[in-house]
């Protein structure tokens, strides 16, 4: 193709955005048009800014990556987005593929499996693996994966280190509505305390160390 694909990239790490941002324009087929190193500064970012796809951590300080998504899919709905964390891929490409991201990669890939991914994304030649987006209704629910998609965010944030106050005013919810989401969630997890949520979220695996 003679026009590179303008990218953009969210994480809060910024030797990886250097990083990233090298590969990706080393290719000669992606340009880099902006650098995001809060869920912030993405929402604030003209458009221009986002180019046509948004490669973006889950894990980003002020707004979680998983609200990001959701947000720019209101806005931007062109925009694609691609999602690079250290999640685990098995437990969070599902969900993140049915929120309308086009892929899902753990940053534990090959760099040049990443930055081919997103090229094919950016170019157009990628389609969304449609049994992520579906799901597997034969295999049965783990207990995280009967939340609701707000439940969703909030054990994620949870599990990060976030308060319910901070919770609340990242989602831009009250404190009530943000407590019934997480008794839903020790419901659903068969939890007793927030602290045995978190130690769900270890033992299953869920957390990005």
Known sequence: MSERVAVSLADDHAIFRRGLRDLLE?????????EFGTGRAVLNAAPAALGEVLVLDLSLPVVSGSEVLARVRERHPTLRVVILSMYAEEHFAARMVRAGARAYLAKTRPPDEVVARVIAVAE???????????????????????????????FILLVQGRGAGDIAAELDLNASTVSNHLARIREKLGAK????VIRYAYAAGLTAE
């Open 26 to 34: 080393e290719s000669g087929r992606v340009r880099v048009v902006g």
């Open 124 to 154: 157009g030649r990628d389609e969304v693996d449609l049994s992520l987006a579906t799901g597997r209704p034969e295999a049965p629910l783990l207990p995280h994966e009967r939340l609701s998609a707000r439940e969703h965010q909030v």
């Open 193 to 196: 305390s927030n602290a045995e």
